[in-house]
Each structure stands twice: as structure tokens, then as C-alpha cells.
T-cell receptor, first 112, second 118 residues
Framework: RKEVEQDPGPFNVPEGATVAFNCTYS??????FFWYRQDCRKEPKLLMS???SGNEDGRFTAQLNRASQYISLLIRDSKLSDSATYLC?????????????FGRGTSLIVHP | DTGVSQDPRHKITKRGQNVTFRCDPI?????LYWYRQTLGQGPEFLTY????????KSRLLSDRFSAERPKGSFSTLEIQRTEQGDSAMYLC????????????????FGPGTRLLVL
């Protein structure tokens, strides 16, 4: 089992749709969770951190469920510009350090 | 531009050659990370530095891979005796030291070095 798992998609949705991605992680001792966005042939960029209480940034909402060991990202009112790959990142303990561990990413395509 | 820079952006080499990549982090960032990314996968952690100290290197892919950050500023990643399987994008990221002991506060990525081993 991979340490951080994501459905690679692609998720193909029309403009204005609401779409949700999940990410599961294997190590219950994990600390710090993030969603990054990566455009085609570009570097990843932080989208938002994920807090235990859940957090919202405009059209984006992130949730953490420690008991079930998953995090989620909800995008409301999808825009064409939201088309990208969304990477889940979990800091996992390994070898005495916390190691940023990325999922393989979920591809989102928003069409007119 | 005060972002993370990487050099070269592209590298083509023949199998068996050594290659070295450079990363210049954001100047006030103490932490520097190296990742490898292959097509259809997320970045795979290789190693990281806090200032000049290499705090985690167990994830380097083999003993052909090594990294340095001698003065706590720029870093280099070297791959010796390259193999075709080393072809990938090599990403560098930097971040400030967080308020707690955990890494993973915002990482700023460079544009990457794309390596092709023939």
C-alpha cells in the first residue's frame, strides 16, 4: 500500500460544478497536511494547508479526518482555470524526521 | 526574481556520465529539499537540509546520488554513473524554519531540472 493514495482521475467536470477529491494516508502519526496544485510542466505550488478543524479559502474547502486517515479538497463553482493536477502532501515520520510525502496527484479538467 | 532557481533547466547525458544540478533557494529560507518527479507521479522526496546540515538522506535512491549544501545557501545534487532510469524531473524546494519542529510549512518549488539519460 502506498503511503499517500489519491485517485489519479481525470475528473472531467463542466464549469460551475462542485468537485471533491480525497486522499488517504497510511501513517497515523502523520503531522501537517497540504494540498498543492501543479499545472502541466510547471512546478507544484501550495494551494492550502489542511487543519483539523477544516478550513476554507474562497471556493476551496479542505478537511482532515484523522480517525479515518484521509484529507479532502472541495472545489465549488469550478472555473476553467482550475484545470490542473492536485497533489496531496502529508508529513510522515520516517528515520527520525518528518518527510513530506506526496500523492501521485488527481487530474482535474474543467470544460466549458 | 527572488524565487527558487535551478540550473540547468534541461540536461541530456549519456548513460554512465556524471551530472550535477544546482539549486539556489529563496535567500532567507533555511530549509532546502530535493525531489524527483516522473511522469504521472507526485514528487518523491530525496533529501533535505537545514542550513548546511543534511538532516535526512535515507531516501536518496542509491549511493550514486549525493547532495551538498556546503555554506547553507545553494545546494547541488549529483548523480554518478547515470542510468536510463534516472531520467526524470529533479525539483528543489525551500522553506523557512517553521515555528514547530515539523517540516512542511510552505515549500516554494523551483522550475526543476529535466534530465534525459540516453
Amino acid at each position: 500500500r502506498k503511503e499517500v493514495e489519491q485517485d489519479p482521475g481525470p475528473f472531467n467536470v463542466p464549469e460551475g460544478a462542485t468537485v471533491a477529491f480525497n486522499c488517504t494516508y497510511s501513517n497515523s502519526a502523520s503531522q501537517s497536511f497540504f494540498w498543492y496544485r501543479q499545472d502541466c510542466r510547471k512546478e507544484p505550488k501550495l494551494l492550502m494547508s489542511v487543519y483539523s478543524s477544516g478550513n476554507e479559502d474562497g471556493r476551496f474547502t479542505a478537511q482532515l479526518n484523522r480517525a479515518s486517515q484521509y484529507i479532502s479538497l472541495l472545489i465549488r463553482d469550478s472555473k476553467l482555470s482550475d484545470s490542473a493536477t492536485y497533489l496531496c502532501v502529508v508529513n510522515m515520520i520516517g528515520g527520525g524526521s518528518y518527510i513530506p510525502t506526496f500523492g501521485r496527484g488527481t487530474s482535474l479538467i474543467v470544460h466549458p | 526574481d527572488t524565487g527558487v532557481s535551478q540550473d540547468p533547466r534541461h540536461k541530456i547525458t549519456k548513460r554512465g556520465q556524471n551530472v550535477t544540478f544546482r539549486c539556489d533557494p529563496i535567500s532567507e529560507h533555511n530549509r532546502l529539499y530535493w525531489y524527483r518527479q516522473t511522469l504521472g507521479q507526485g514528487p518523491e522526496f530525496l533529501t533535505y537540509f537545514q542550513n548546511e546540515a543534511q538532516l535526512e538522506k535515507s531516501r536518496l535512491l542509491s549511493d550514486r546520488f549525493s547532495a551538498e549544501r556546503p555554506k547553507g545557501s545553494f545546494s547541488t545534487l549529483e548523480i554518478q554513473r547515470t542510468e536510463q532510469g534516472d531520467s526524470a524531473m529533479y525539483l528543489c524546494a525551500s522553506s523557512p524554519i517553521p515555528g514547530d519542529l515539523h517540516p512542511g510549512k510552505t515549500q516554494y518549488f523551483g522550475p526543476g531540472t529535466r534530465l534525459l539519460v540516453l
